[in-house]
């Protein structure tokens, strides 16, 4: 991405000494030497710079505050770093409050700038990038994948569009697979911080002793391996929205700093001694019950209260199967059009069969069986020799006959067999999650990889 800067100051030395900086780093600039030449650039440009560089104390109608105001109505994404002399820092927070990513005290090292820079740029990336995917679906017409005219889902819906522009905190529950990510981010389009990002986060797959650093950054030398300063999901969620998706996983340290950061708006990466203020919606979601959790002393009863806010239950497939044929007509129409394979829709005996399917992995797992059967099928129609062979009641696959006969069996192969085809069916479900897998078939994460490792399933 080629990125556009602005520079905006009342001094000529300062204009120069960043004009020096941002050829190092390959950026196109341009200058104003006062907050009102600024605003008439902003105003005149046909595309969004990526960044505003401003003087926060500047003569003329127009300080930096104008400057920041300004932009963020012309270029929500746009991201700016205010300037500002020990005497203006106070008012420097305020900024930071107002939508300005970050400010810089003068006087300050050409290296300093620098990394501040390139954090910014790497917001706005990211922030572009989320707003650009959010509109080219709005252009196409596109709707999410959250389907359903059942009593449950229309409860949803309605639940959705209450509190989607508020910022409360949002606790998001259901088995796995039934699209709570997908309901999280039908929230966050809906916000008020929608043209902002939307960052989630696997709290059951980063390592206990990383997830701190995952949430709240840390800083260069906080620990081996830490060769440079990095954000946090909840700085680079700034402006807009978190997900915490699987929220019991969060071991107990961090759910005691979680707590802090929804309670006080502030987080300290590992190993800085300074806190930074946050304006970060958070959604959270899990497929546990974090009451008996509670009850367990897995989770915190504070935390817990303060998640559970507005709580929303996705309720498994099985329990609006009137939904079935609506998401298989969506998927079907989906993937037909993504794979340029053009399929007119099921026919009867496969519709059946799909229609009777309990479903165990939720609308996950029917969205996996259409994506395959599309791509698969010869035909006009979706027919029974498209779909999964544990599907279909001829199936002529292998299956492990558990007659004992006066012959006698293989124990070992045979409990082999076993554990490789119920552990690919988990990992089938769980779209190659060994977490979630591993939670299908009752074992822990280690004990499933150790069983991975030993059948040499990695590459299967």
Aim: with cysteine.
């Amino acid at each position: 991405m080629e990125h556009k800067v602005l520079i905006v100051d009342d001094e000529l030395s300062m204009r120069e000494f960043l004009s020096v900086l941002a050829k190092r780093m390959n950026l196109e600039f341009e200058t104003a030497e006062n907050g009102d030449t600024a605003v008439e650039i902003l105003e005149q440009t046909g595309a969004p710079y990526s960044l505003v560089i401003t003087d926060l104390s500047m003569p003329g109608s127009t300080n930096g505050l104008e400057v920041l105001k300004r932009t963020k109505a012309l270029w929500p994404a746009t991201q700016v770093i205010m300037i500002t002399a020990f005497a203006t820092a106070e008012t420097a927070v305020q900024a930071i409050q107002a939508g300005a990513y970050d400010y810089i005290t003068k006087p300050f090292k050409v290296d300093q700038a620098k990394i501040v820079i390139e954090r910014a740029l790497e917001k706005y990336a990211l922030v572009a990038e989320n707003l650009h995917l959010r509109q080219e679906l709005e252009a196409k017409g596109s709707q999410p994948d959250i389907i359903g005219e059942s009593e449950a889902m229309k409860s949803i819906f309605e639940l959705v569009d209450r509190v989607a522009r508020t910022k409360t905190t949002i606790l998001i529950t259901g088995e796995s697979g039934t699209g709570k990510e997908l309901i999280a981010r039908e929230i966050h389009r809906r916000s008020g911080v929608a043209d902002g990002p939307f960052i989630p986060l696997n709290c059951g797959a980063i390592p206990e002793n990383l997830i701190e650093a995952e949430l709240f950054g840390y800083k260069k030398g906080a620990f081996t391996g830490a060769a440079e300063d990095r954000d946090g999901v909840f700085e680079a969620a700034n402006g807009g929205t978190v997900f915490l998706d699987e929220i019991g996983e969060l071991p107990q340290v961090a759910q005691v700093k979680l707590l802090r950061v929804l309670q006080e708006k502030k987080i300290k990466p590992v190993g800085s001694p300074e806190e930074r203020s946050v304006d970060t919606r958070v959604v959270a979601a899990t497929n546990r019950d974090l009451l008996a959790e509670v009850e367990a002393g897995r989770f915190r009863e504070d935390l817990y209260y303060r998640l559970n806010i507005i709580p929303i239950e996705v309720p498994p497939l099985r329990a609006r199967s009137g939904d079935v044929r609506l998401l298989l007509e969506h998927y079907v129409a989906k993937y037909s059009e993504q794979t340029g394979n053009p399929i007119e829709g099921i026919d009867k005996e496969a519709l059946n069969l799909l229609l009777s399917y309990d479903y165990p992995g939720n609308v996950r797992e029917l969205q996996n069986i259409v994506e395959r059967a599309v791509t698969l099928e010869m035909g006009s129609f979706v027919s029974m020799r498209s779909l999964p062979p544990q599907l279909r009641p001829d199936s002529d696959s292998e299956r492990i006959s558990l007659q004992l006969t006066a012959d006698g069996v293989d124990l070992e192969a045979l409990v082999e067999k076993l554990e490789r085809q119920l552990i690919g069916q988990a990992l089938e479900l769980a779209e190659g999650s060994k977490t979630n897998a591993a939670k299908l078939l009752g074992l822990s994460f280690r004990s499933l990889r150790y069983r991975i490792q030993k059948y040499e399933m990695d590459n299967d």
